[in-house]
Nanobody, 120 residues
Framework: QVQLVESGGGLVQAGGSLRLSCTAS????????MGWYRQAPGKQRELVAA???????NYADSVKGRFTISRANAKNTVYLQMNSLKSEDTAAYYC??????????????WGRGTLVTVSS
């Protein structure tokens, strides 16, 4: 079994910064990719940023130039540095990982989410 635990959400004023962290634990052989999604009230969950083991990144257009995803492979941890936050960034942020477990199973794992609220 594999778990993802997020941290770092909170309340911040517009223009401010937050750093989210997500750590994977459990029966992990390797992790192919990790990323962040978000879901605002009344909206669908959307990709914010993703990072593969070879360093390839993918960002939503709305966060390019403001958010940076990074990963500490040895710690099975992914970070999301969020700068110049806007009120429209307010959402629940979810960590996601594509994991190869020791059971030879490929797992798509989600965290429980952390809330980011940006006040204007």
């Amino acid at each position: 079994q594999v778990q993802l635990v997020e941290s770092g959400g909170g309340l911040v004023q517009a223009g401010g910064s937050l750093r989210l962290s997500c750590t994977a634990s459990g029966s992990i052989f390797s992790i192919n990719a990790m990323g962040w999604y978000r879901q605002a009230p009344g909206k669908q969950r959307e990709l914010v940023a993703a990072l593969t083991t070879d360093g390839s990144t993918n960002y939503a257009d709305s966060v390019k130039g403001r958010f940076t995803i990074s990963r500490a492979n040895a710690k099975n941890t992914v970070y999301l540095q969020m700068n110049s936050l806007k009120s429209e960034d307010t959402a629940a942020y979810y960590c996601n990982a594509d994991v190869n477990a020791y059971s030879n199973r490929s797992l798509d794992v989600w965290g429980r989410g952390t809330l980011v609220t940006v006040s204007s």
